[in-house]
């Protein structure tokens, strides 16, 4: 099984090279992909320097547009798991292999990582807590599951779940509740992981530029767009296809088929 | 004339041109039909007709601004999926100048 763990970054120069020193010492053998951001510091050559991939964005995009670059190319060349980690150190990588066990055993396509079950020495902001309780609450209700942390981007996702994101259906800042909700209507399972989150290294959150009550608006509004969406995520995600244009991204030679982007890579 | 010159310099496409130069083109004959939308906005049940006429331009520029914040939304998809796609281009051309040297 060929696993990737994509870390989106935006200005992490100061954290990026002891995450990655950190993921290698703990899974040597595992594929390390840096989504630099469009970040103005040395972020993306200081990954490289620390052995990693770096896809290089011209230019900011967000955070949720990062990762679905990751994932368009882990489905390109041909992974079968990826395993988002924040650039900033805080999820401490001994939580990896939980994750991977429940996407690679359990046959689960999202495993989420979540620091309500796990043990956490930092402390939530008041403010973000409300909202993470509310979004909580709403995910558990409309996935009818218990969902304790769907602000959580510490996930593994199954390449089935990575060809559905890499088409239209990835918000390009936060994915949250609403994407959990998407992905619950189109048929995908998940299950929520406990994992560790320590305190921020150094430099500053990427949360804090976001206007909180903008925030629940917009989480609000595209967790009712999920729910009109419904039917035509039932029938199988492709409600996004009906654009020709999107579709073509992921239609390229090899982009469905496993065994084909693997051939060309050795023939490489 | 505005709109025409901004087509012809290549500053405004014939397809955006639309709205605006509909919207001109009713401008310009408002006047001459002054007698029907006064009888039009008395049946609607405006007291004041000169309302019911503002009341249409400004449904007019409504539709010219939601056709952009459309065309915006498409245009910023399709940046984001242009950039997404250098991104990964350049990262496969640097893997193999690294493995040619």
Same mark, same amino acid.
Request: hydrophobic fraction near 40%.
């Given at each position: 099984?060929?696993?990737?763990?994509?870390?989106?970054?935006?200005?992490?120069?100061?954290?990026?090279?002891?995450?990655?020193?950190?993921?290698?010492?703990?899974?040597?053998?595992?594929?390390?992909?840096?989504?630099?951001?469009?970040?103005?510091?040395?972020?993306?050559?200081?990954?490289?320097?620390?052995?990693?991939?770096?896809?290089?964005?011209?230019?900011?995009?967000?955070?949720?547009?990062?990762?679905?670059?990751?994932?368009?190319?882990?489905?390109?060349?041909?992974?079968?798991?990826?395993?988002?980690?924040?650039?900033?150190?805080?999820?401490?990588?001994?939580?990896?292999?939980?994750?991977?066990?429940?996407?690679?055993?359990?046959?689960?396509?999202?495993?989420?990582?979540?620091?309500?079950?796990?043990?956490?020495?930092?402390?939530?902001?008041?403010?973000?807590?409300?909202?993470?309780?509310?979004?909580?609450?709403?995910?558990?209700?409309?996935?009818?599951?218990?969902?304790?942390?769907?602000?959580?981007?510490?996930?593994?996702?199954?390449?089935?779940?990575?060809?559905?994101?890499?088409?239209?259906?990835?918000?390009?800042?936060?994915?949250?509740?609403?994407?959990?909700?998407?992905?619950?209507?189109?048929?995908?399972?998940?299950?929520?992981?406990?994992?560790?989150?320590?305190?921020?290294?150094?430099?500053?959150?990427?949360?804090?530029?976001?206007?909180?009550?903008?925030?629940?608006?917009?989480?609000?509004?595209?967790?009712?767009?999920?729910?009109?969406?419904?039917?035509?995520?039932?029938?199988?995600?492709?409600?996004?296809?009906?654009?020709?244009?999107?579709?073509?991204?992921?239609?390229?030679?090899?982009?469905?088929?496993?065994?084909?982007?693997?051939?060309?890579?050795?023939?490489? | 004339?505005?709109?025409?010159?901004?087509?012809?310099?290549?500053?405004?496409?014939?397809?955006?041109?639309?709205?605006? @130069?509909?919207?001109?083109? %009713?401008? $310009?004959?408002?006047?001459?039909?002054?007698?029907? =939308?006064?009888?039009?906005? *008395?049946? !609607?049940?405006?007291?004041?007709?000169?309302?019911?006429?503002?009341?249409?331009?400004? @449904?007019?520029?409504?539709? %010219?601004? $939601?056709?952009?914040?459309?065309?915006?939304?498409? =245009?910023?998809?399709?940046? *984001?999926? !242009?950039?997404?796609?250098?991104?990964?281009?350049?990262?496969?051309?640097?893997?193999?100048?690294?493995?040619?040297?």
């Amino acid at each position: 099984m060929r696993i990737l763990i994509i870390i989106p970054a935006y200005n992490e120069a100061e954290n990026i090279s002891s995450v990655i020193s950190e993921v290698y010492s703990m899974y040597p053998s595992t594929d390390l992909l840096v989504v630099d951001d469009g970040s103005s510091d040395a972020t993306a050559a200081l990954a490289e320097s620390a052995g990693a991939k770096v896809l290089r964005l011209p230019f900011n995009l967000g955070y949720g547009a990062a990762v679905q670059t990751g994932m368009i190319y882990a489905v390109e060349s041909g992974y079968d798991v990826c395993v988002l980690l924040d650039g900033d150190g805080q999820m401490d990588p001994r939580s990896i292999s939980a994750l991977i066990d429940q996407v690679a055993h359990y046959r689960v396509d999202l495993a989420l990582g979540s620091r309500f079950l796990g043990t956490t020495d930092y402390t939530i902001p008041f403010g973000r807590r409300i909202g993470t309780l509310l979004f909580s609450k709403l995910t558990s209700f409309f996935t009818r599951q218990q969902v304790t942390d769907p602000t959580s981007g510490f996930q593994a996702i199954n390449r089935r779940l990575m060809k559905f994101f890499a088409r239209d259906n990835y918000p390009a800042d936060y994915p949250d509740a609403d994407t959990l909700i998407k992905l619950y209507f189109a048929g995908f399972t998940m299950r929520e992981v406990p994992v560790t989150i320590r305190p921020r290294l150094r430099g500053k959150s990427m949360h804090n530029s976001v206007s909180s009550l903008y925030y629940i608006y917009k989480m609000l509004f595209s967790i009712f767009i999920a729910l009109t969406q419904r039917r035509m995520l039932a029938d199988g995600g492709h409600h996004a296809t009906r654009n020709q244009d999107t579709d073509r991204q992921c239609q390229l030679p090899g982009a469905d088929d496993d065994r084909e982007p693997r051939a060309s890579q050795t023939a490489r | 004339m505005t709109i025409v010159s901004l087509v012809h310099h290549k500053r405004l496409d014939e397809q955006y041109a639309f709205l605006w @130069l509909a919207a001109g083109v %009713i401008m $310009l004959l408002a006047p001459l039909a002054t007698p029907l =939308l006064d009888q039009l906005s *008395k049946a !609607l049940g405006f007291h004041y007709p000169p309302a019911f006429v503002l009341l249409l331009a400004f @449904l007019g520029l409504c539709l %010219i601004n $939601l056709q952009s914040s459309v065309v915006i939304s498409r =245009l910023n998809k399709h940046n *984001k999926q !242009l950039a997404q796609r250098l991104a990964i281009i350049d990262q496969r051309l640097r893997e193999m100048e690294r493995q040619k040297s």
